[in-house]
C-alpha cells in the first residue's frame, strides 16, 4: 500500500512539475512557433514575392508585416490550443519519460544513454498521438492572415474542421504520423542527450552556477532535436495546413511531402523555419527541462513524508 502512495505520488508531482513547465514555455515562446508555421506554410514562387503583401523574407520581415497588416495581438495567434494542449502534454510527456525510462533498463539498475533516448522516443510518441487534433487546430489558426480581431475563434475552426472533414485522418487527426515523427524524433534526440550528458559535466554547488549548467545543456538539448526533426515539421505544417489550391490535397504522406517538397523546392526548402523553430526550442527546451527540475524538487520537499512524532 505505502508503495502504492509513493508512485502515485511521484506521478502527481511529474504530472504538476511537467504541466508547469509547458505552460510558462508556451506562454514566452509561442510568437516564434507562428513565425516558423508561417515561414513553413510558404512556397518558394517567384510570383508570390513580388505581389503578396504577405510574402516573408525571413524572421524579422514576416514579425513586421505580422504587426503591420494583423496587429502586436496576431503574435499569440492560434495560442489557445497549445495552452489547452501543453500542459497535459508535457506532464504526459514528464510522467511517461519516467515509466519508459524503468522499461528501457534492460535489467541494469543504471540508465544508459540508450535508455534515455528510446525513453525519449516513446515519450515523444505518446504525446504526438495525444496532442495531434490541437496541432491541426492551431496550424489552422496560424495559416489565418487576417485581423487578430477578426479571425475566427478556436472553437469555430474546431467544429468548422469536425463538420468538413470528421474526427479521422482528413479531419483533427490530419498528419498524425508527421507529428508522430517530428516528436518522437525529437523527444529521442532532447531527452536523450540532456540526461546523458548532464551526469558527466558535474553539477555545481553554487546554485547559479548549477542553474547555468542545467539551462545550456537544456539549451543544446532543444537546438539538437530541432536541427534533425526539422523536415518533418515542415511535412506536418504542409499536410495540416491550408493546400495551395483549395479543395485539391496536395500533401498526403509525411514522406510523400518530404519528396514533393525536396523535388518542387530544393534541399533548403525541407529547413524552412529552422531560425525561429531553434529561437523558439533552444531556449524553450531549456525553460521546460529547468522549470520541471526546479518545480518537481520543490514538490518533492514540500510533499516529502515528514517521520511520524509520538
Same mark, same amino acid.
Given at each position: 500500500?505505502?508503495?502504492?502512495?509513493?508512485?502515485?505520488?511521484?506521478?502527481?508531482?511529474?504530472?504538476?512539475?511537467? /504541466?508547469?513547465?509547458?505552460?510558462?514555455?508556451?506562454?514566452?515562446?509561442?510568437?516564434?512557433?507562428?513565425?516558423?508555421?508561417?515561414?513553413?506554410?510558404?512556397?518558394?514562387?517567384?510570383?508570390?514575392?513580388?505581389?503578396?503583401?504577405?510574402?516573408?523574407?525571413?524572421?524579422?520581415?514576416?514579425?513586421?508585416?505580422?504587426?503591420?497588416?494583423? &496587429?502586436?495581438?496576431?503574435?499569440?495567434?492560434?495560442?489557445?490550443?497549445?495552452?489547452?494542449?501543453?500542459?497535459?502534454?508535457?506532464?504526459?510527456?514528464?510522467?511517461?519519460?519516467?515509466?519508459?525510462?524503468?522499461?528501457?533498463?534492460? /535489467?541494469?539498475?543504471?540508465?544508459?544513454?540508450?535508455?534515455?533516448?528510446?525513453?525519449?522516443?516513446?515519450?515523444?510518441?505518446?504525446?504526438?498521438?495525444?496532442?495531434?487534433?490541437?496541432?491541426?487546430?492551431?496550424?489552422?489558426?496560424?495559416?489565418? *492572415?487576417?485581423?487578430?480581431?477578426?479571425?475566427?475563434?478556436?472553437?469555430?475552426?474546431?467544429?468548422?474542421?469536425? *463538420?468538413?472533414?470528421?474526427?479521422?485522418?482528413?479531419?483533427?487527426?490530419? /498528419?498524425?504520423?508527421?507529428?508522430?515523427?517530428?516528436?518522437?524524433?525529437?523527444?529521442?534526440?532532447?531527452?536523450?542527450?540532456?540526461?546523458?550528458?548532464?551526469?558527466?559535466?558535474?553539477?555545481?554547488?553554487?546554485?547559479?552556477?548549477?542553474?547555468? *549548467?542545467?539551462?545550456?545543456?537544456?539549451?543544446?538539448?532543444?537546438?539538437?532535436?530541432?536541427?534533425?526533426?526539422?523536415?518533418?515539421?515542415?511535412?506536418?505544417?504542409?499536410?495540416?495546413?491550408?493546400?495551395?489550391?483549395?479543395?485539391?490535397?496536395?500533401?498526403?504522406?509525411?514522406? /510523400?511531402?518530404?519528396?514533393?517538397?525536396?523535388?518542387?523546392?530544393?534541399?533548403?526548402?525541407?529547413?524552412?523555419?529552422?531560425?525561429?523553430?531553434?529561437?523558439?526550442? &533552444?531556449?524553450?527546451?531549456?525553460?521546460?527541462?529547468?522549470?520541471?527540475?526546479?518545480?518537481?524538487?520543490?514538490?518533492?520537499?514540500?510533499?516529502?513524508?515528514?517521520?511520524?512524532?509520538?
Amino acid at each position: 500500500m505505502a508503495d502504492i502512495e509513493k508512485i502515485l505520488k511521484q506521478a502527481a508531482m511529474q504530472i504538476g512539475a511537467g /504541466g508547469s513547465a509547458g505552460f510558462i514555455e508556451v506562454c514566452i515562446m509561442h510568437p516564434l512557433d507562428l513565425v516558423k508555421t508561417r515561414l513553413q506554410l510558404q512556397a518558394n514562387k517567384s510570383a508570390l514575392k513580388s505581389s503578396d503583401p504577405h510574402y516573408y523574407n525571413g524572421i524579422i520581415d514576416c514579425m513586421k508585416k505580422m504587426y503591420k497588416y494583423e &496587429g502586436v495581438t496576431s503574435f499569440w495567434k492560434g495560442i489557445l490550443p497549445p495552452i489547452l494542449a501543453e500542459t497535459p502534454k508535457r506532464a504526459v510527456k514528464f510522467l511517461t519519460f519516467e515509466q519508459y525510462k524503468k522499461i528501457f533498463l534492460f /535489467g541494469s539498475s543504471t540508465p544508459t544513454p540508450l535508455t534515455f533516448a528510446l525513453a525519449g522516443l516513446g515519450a515523444g510518441i505518446t504525446e504526438a498521438i495525444l496532442v495531434n487534433p490541437f496541432e491541426v487546430v492551431k496550424v489552422t489558426l496560424q495559416s489565418n *492572415r487576417a485581423l487578430a480581431s477578426q479571425a475566427p475563434s478556436t472553437w469555430m475552426v474546431t467544429r468548422q474542421i469536425v *463538420r468538413e472533414n470528421g474526427l479521422g485522418f482528413r479531419g483533427l487527426n490530419k /498528419g498524425l504520423t508527421a507529428t508522430i515523427a517530428r516528436n518522437g524524433i525529437f523527444n529521442m534526440v532532447y531527452f536523450g542527450f540532456y540526461h546523458s550528458v548532464k551526469g558527466y559535466i558535474p553539477e555545481y554547488e553554487d546554485p547559479l552556477l548549477e542553474f547555468g *549548467r542545467k539551462v545550456a545543456i537544456g539549451f543544446t538539448s532543444g537546438i539538437l532535436g530541432s536541427c534533425v526533426n526539422i523536415p518533418f515539421d515542415v511535412a506536418k505544417s504542409r499536410i495540416q495546413g491550408p493546400q495551395p489550391t483549395p479543395g485539391v490535397i496536395k500533401y498526403r504522406s509525411t514522406t /510523400g511531402a518530404i519528396m514533393l517538397v525536396y523535388k518542387e523546392e530544393g534541399f533548403r526548402a525541407l529547413y524552412k523555419g529552422l531560425l525561429p523553430k531553434v529561437l523558439r526550442l &533552444g531556449p524553450g527546451g531549456a525553460i521546460m527541462l529547468v522549470v520541471y527540475d526546479y518545480v518537481y524538487h520543490f514538490l518533492e520537499e514540500k510533499f516529502q513524508d515528514k517521520p511520524h512524532h509520538l
